[in-house]
């Protein structure tokens, strides 16, 4: 069983919520550039067919070899790594990732471990943006994963995604696959501290997860639409602006936290 002080202190973190918009591309990228900044070895790997993230740090989702390559077995995943200009190695994704969807099987949840367990000496932290839905894929990032991030729009039907994903976690995962070992942590996107209702959200989302709720919180802002658009992360558009500060002291908690639980 995988343990925290395993493989050099290196943690994978997978970025997962069975519900689509609420900020799981735009954290991993952004958490991943932002460990980058701080000095730290990342390998992001985009596990989902639309290739956003592949996008955001401006490659091109055709270039082979991609994770399909992985999947198939034409290619060890060392070999499928790029580099990319924000700091970022990157095991990139695109549309091809539809037909192994299709052809994974109940069983094949652990093949992404499989895969990225010779890279875990190489790197400090492994982050996976994970597809939306309850797809093999998206259980192939989750059970990869030594701490599991949750990001949640501050919105009612974003919280109820919450419960459906760690529900499905605990019961089925963990009991399923030796899991238990995973930590579950949810960051809250897209929030709005001017209005009343970001911090009820929260509050209330407090209240059942307590110390999961994480203490920063992503701002709302258009900012990170046009990183996308412009394929810089936040952290090198507008190095100062709330949004890159967030995520700057989330990927500090990630590194302190990351100390505490080694030996």
């Known amino acids: 069983m995988k343990s925290w002080s395993d493989d050099n202190n290196m943690k994978v973190i997978s970025f997962s919520i069975f519900k689509g918009g609420t900020g799981k591309t735009t ?52 070999l499928a790594i790029k580099k990319t200009k924000h700091g970022v190695d990157m095991l990139t994704s695109n549309a091809l990732l539809a037909a192994i969807e299709e052809a994974l099987e109940p069983g094949d949840e652990l093949k992404l471990d499989e895969f990225l367990t010779p890279l875990k000496p190489s790197y400090d932290f492994i982050l996976v943006d994970t597809p939306p839905g309850k797809a093999m894929l998206a259980f192939n990032g989750l059970a990869a994963a030594d701490l599991i991030v949750i990001p949640a729009s501050a919105e009612r039907m974003a919280v109820d995604g919450v419960g459906d994903l760690i529900n499905h976690v605990q019961r089925i995962m963990w009991n399923k696959f030796s899991l238990s070992h995973q930590e579950l942590r949810i960051l809250f996107t897209m929030y709005r501290a001017t209005t009343s209702h970001s911090p009820a959200i929260v509050s209330n989302a407090r209240k059942i997860w307590r110390e999961n709720i994480l203490p920063m919180k992503i701002p709302h802002s258009t900012v990170f639409s046009r990183s996308y658009d412009l394929k810089t992360p936040v952290a090198k558009l507008e190095p100062k602006h709330p949004g890159a500060l967030a995520y700057g002291l989330f990927a500090e908690w990630l590194i302190k936290y990351n100390e505490d639980n080694s030996v």
């Open 27 to 78: 954290s991993s990228v952004n958490t991943a550039v932002a460990l980058a900044n701080k000095g730290k070895r990342v390998l992001l790997v985009d596990l989902d067919q639309q290739a956003s993230a592949t996008r955001y740090l401006d490659l091109d989702p055709e270039q082979i070899p991609s994770l399909y390559e992985i999947y198939m077995g034409a290619k060890p995943a060392a």
